[in-house]
């Protein structure tokens, strides 16, 4: 299943992994390149420090390209954009935000760059900035998300810009990069499955809440103040919106979650900490390797479109 994304990040199979925050570490990303894939440390929230030791953690593990996905809410978001650079990464992603003050520099130091987007509009800005492909993220998705469907933010991005186009939210097996595949789509990008991975250094009842997830198990904070996050319900997204019913201001209720998404990854506090994941979540089932997950998505994938 060569595509333009393939031979664009020059990996085997077309799946990128999302640059989830905490997640996204050394051992996870070099873990999804070694598989074949494009693994990425997400730069989150992190100082740019910390991100260049990630990368060069993860150099040590994988001689295949690993990417960086920069977080652009992050105070430190101007700091990790230059050390992608210093580091010599040649592959960007970023999310919640619009990338253009960077793309210059990016494009400059020969780095491919792929702003996540959640709408059509966006898509076409990044075009014409200079963006090599988008990834149109779909609500499915965990964590900060935008307004539409995978299914219909893909055709849509797809019929609009002329770079290629990386379908996710929603997308854990083969059928879902199939599916993607009909709708426009050169890869997938896939998050919620790889957190449940061997490699992930998720704490195991952050593992146990995903696969023991139903479909109908998350939920949608935040709406209220225009920042959507999606993770899986307990008492921290109970409080939390009832805490936004009662019309409390966008400062306390950050204050609510501050540190709860650390606090669910590192610690296993499942119960009152962030647990962000898809909707997708209720269809993974097991832990396995990276690489297990990848060939048994892609074996699936080739058989339902006769490659
Ligand atoms: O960025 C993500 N997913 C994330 S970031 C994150 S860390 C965080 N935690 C709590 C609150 C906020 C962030 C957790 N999950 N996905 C990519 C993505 N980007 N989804 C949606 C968007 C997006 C939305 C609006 C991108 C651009 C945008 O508008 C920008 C503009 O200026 O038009």
Redesign the pocket.
Known sequence: MNTRITQLLGIEYPIIQ????WVAEHHLASAVSEAGGLGLIGG??APGEVVREEIRKAKKLTNRPIGV?V????PHAEDVAKVIVEEGIKVVT?????PEKYMEMWKAAGIKVI?????V??AK?MERYGADAV?A?GCE??????EQTTMTLVPQIADAVSIPVIA?GGIGDGRGIAAAFMLGAEAVQVGTRFVVSKESIVHDNYKRRIIKAKDIDSAVT?RTHG?P?RSLRNQMTREYVKLEEEGKSFEELEYL?LGT?RNAVLEGDVING?V?AGQIAGMISKEQTCKEMIEEMMEQARKLLGR
Do not use: D, K, Q, Y
């Open positions: 999302g640059g989830m925050a989150a929230n996905n977080m652009l809410l992050s970023t999310g919640a935000g619009n702003p996540v987007v959640a709408s509009a966006l800005r990834v993220e998705s965990g964590g900060h998300i935008g996710a935040g920042h996050v979650t998404l962030t962000m």
